[in-house]
């Protein structure tokens, strides 16, 4: 009996071992552990691809590619600028911060592949096309009026619509290329309100339409937040473009909702949605569909999985962020695609080429405020947690400008150095409040500072720390913790930034100094603050 029980012990720890073991080959949600909203998607032979939001920043419209649905990289951007405007372009005191370009839609269409989009900036529709879309060019057309959270979809009879709004759904028809709305067409309403399946009374309506065809029949995907509820996923259904349209609710869990269907090469399916995630943004998740009765069923028994029959993901570094040391050789890029600049960059007042393995950021006016400040190069924070490092030279800081790194949102933290009456300090600034504070300053003796940011996004703790050190090595904390909330007026995930620019200073008759930057470095650890 004992031999029995011991060899049932061990069968039963053995298949323990082997679960946990399938579970470590597999795949976890979130898919991607940062800000990767509004998810549009494709699969093109065994390749998929994925077009996000990324509103006031430039280039943007960006484009990623996997083999799995799981490890994704950056290929690409539909543009380098959306338009040249003053909100895009941080001058005469306006930005765009929170509009820019919204959710895209991404097709595959007879050899072509589109890539739409619509900003309120501009009040435009843009229509992106290109014959290859991990190398491009790209074309672009726009037209107005801005179409919003529209979905392109090409049916099988060769016409093209867009369809669109939030609670009442409209469709227009676009010409065959797509290329503007169809001369003498007229715009139908395909459903009068598309919130009804998750309630009525009040909350978002549903909207971020994305629209597919299986089997004949159309499918209708939207999200819509009811009121005392949770972001919330409805499904319309009908057999002709027209309607009529049958809808329900195809998931309620976790707030995860937004995006649509894709299948694999062998069969099988799959809904791509986000979920708000505070600080780091809004984050994507892959869901399991089983087709029921002609409806897509999403989910495990109405519930979002942790895990997934998909290949494991190998971590976010260096597909959708990257450390940078700024040395190019000949024929690469000048910036890597993880960077974006904040909103629109002045290209005469930076180089990657002026000072060989240094990113070079130079001042060419005042600012008093350094979200209006033009050049901020960034890229995303990931979760669970992330370190970014830099090593900054400040010797050619004028008086008055202020270099270093941030983190970028509504609510920013910098740490950097300040050149003020010909002293030069390393200062943390909050804006943890709403209103930027100068936390703690130390006086500089020397040219080059290392400077670190700390994000800890774990149980949503949303909570950022900053660091300098003299040798690399050795770090001090400086300031104060900061809070990282998601603001719907920057609506964008926190964000790495490598910043400098000039304010007003007495005994400075010009701007025209430059910050020089080593490197930039991101991990997916952080230290214990506490210890440092």
């Known amino acids: 009996m004992k031999t029995l029980l011991a060899r049932t012990g061990l069968l039963l720890i053995t298949h323990v071992l082997m679960q946990l073991s399938a579970q470590a080959q597999n795949a976890r949600n979130p898919i991607i552990f940062a800000d990767v909203p509004d ?11 994925m077009s996000s939001t990324t509103m006031h920043l430039s280039p943007g419209l960006p484009i990623m ?62 229509v992106y096309t290109t014959r290859n879309i991990e190398k491009g ?21 060769g016409r093209v619509y867009l369809i669109y709004g939030a609670g009442k759904l409209r469709l227009v028809e676009l010409t065959a290329d797509a290329s503007g709305v169809k001369p003498g ?18 909350g978002l309506p549903a909207e971020g339409s994305q629209l597919f065809k299986v089997n004949g029949k159309y499918y209708l995907f939207n999200i819509s937040w009811p009121k005392g509820g949770m972001r919330t996923v409805i499904i319309h259904r009908a057999d002709k473009l027209t309607g009529p349209w ?35 943004g809004r984050i994507p998740y892959l869901v399991p569909v089983k087709w029921e009765d002609g409806w897509p069923v999403l989910g495990e028994n109405g519930k979002v999985p942790q895990t997934l029959d998909l290949p ?5 570094i260096p597909g959708i962020a990257a450390s940078d040391e700024f040395t190019r050789k000949r024929g ?137 050190s003299l040798d690399g090595t050795s770090w001090t904390a400086i300031g104060e913790a900061l809070k990282m909330p998601y603001t719907i007026p920057h609506f964008m995930g926190y964000r790495f930034g490598l910043f400098n620019y000039a304010t007003v200073s007495a005994v400075r008759p010009e701007p025209g100094g430059y910050a020089d930057f080593d490197f930039f470095r991101i991990t997916d650890t952080i230290s214990n603050p506490a210890t440092n």
């Open 246 to 280: 049958e809808g329900r609710v195809a998931l309620q869990d976790l707030g995860v909702a937004q995006g649509g269907l894709i299948d694999t090469p062998d069969g099988r399916w799959f809904a791509y949605l986000f979920r708000d995630f505070g600080g780091v």
């Open 137 to 157: 060019p790209w074309k672009v057309v726009s037209f107005k009026p801005s179409y919003h959270d529209h979905s392109l979809f090409f049916d099988d009879d």
């Open 332 to 468: 690469e890029p000048a910036l890597p695609l993880v960077w974006q600049w904040n909103h629109n960059p002045d290209n005469s007042l930076w180089s990657v080429a002026e000072r060989k393995g240094y990113l070079r950021l130079k001042t060419g006016r005042t600012d008093t405020a350094f979200v209006m400040a033009r050049n901020t190069l960034t890229q995303r924070t990931i979760g669970p947690a992330c370190t970014g490092t830099t090593l900054l030279d400040a010797s050619n800081l004028k008086d008055g400008d202020f270099a270093g790194l941030s983190l970028l949102q509504k609510n920013y933290g910098l740490v950097g150095v300040k050149a003020e009456n010909g002293s030069r300090f390393i200062v943390m600034v909050s804006a943890g409040s709403g209103r930027p504070i100068e936390v703690q300053r130390v006086p500089l003796s020397r040219k080059t500072v290392y400077l670190k940011a700390e994000c800890d996004f774990r149980d949503r703790k949303d909570t950022a720390h900053f660091f300098y």
């Open 185 to 202: 067409t007229t715009e139908q309403v395909l459903i009068e309100n598309a919130s009804t399946p998750s309630g009525t009374g009040g």
């Open 312 to 316: 494991a993901g190998k971590g976010l």
């Open 39 to 49: 998810m549009a998607m494709i699969r093109v032979g065994d390749t998929y691809y």
């Open 65 to 126: 590619k996997s083999r799995d649905l799981v490890n994704w990289q950056l290929v690409g951007y539909a543009y380098d600028t959306l338009a040249n405007v003053d909100a895009l372009n941080l001058t005469n005191g306006k930005s765009t911060y929170g509009r820019g370009s919204w959710a895209s839609s991404l097709r595959y269409h007879n050899g072509t592949y589109y890539a739409t989009t619509f900003a309120q900036t501009t009040g435009k529709t843009y």
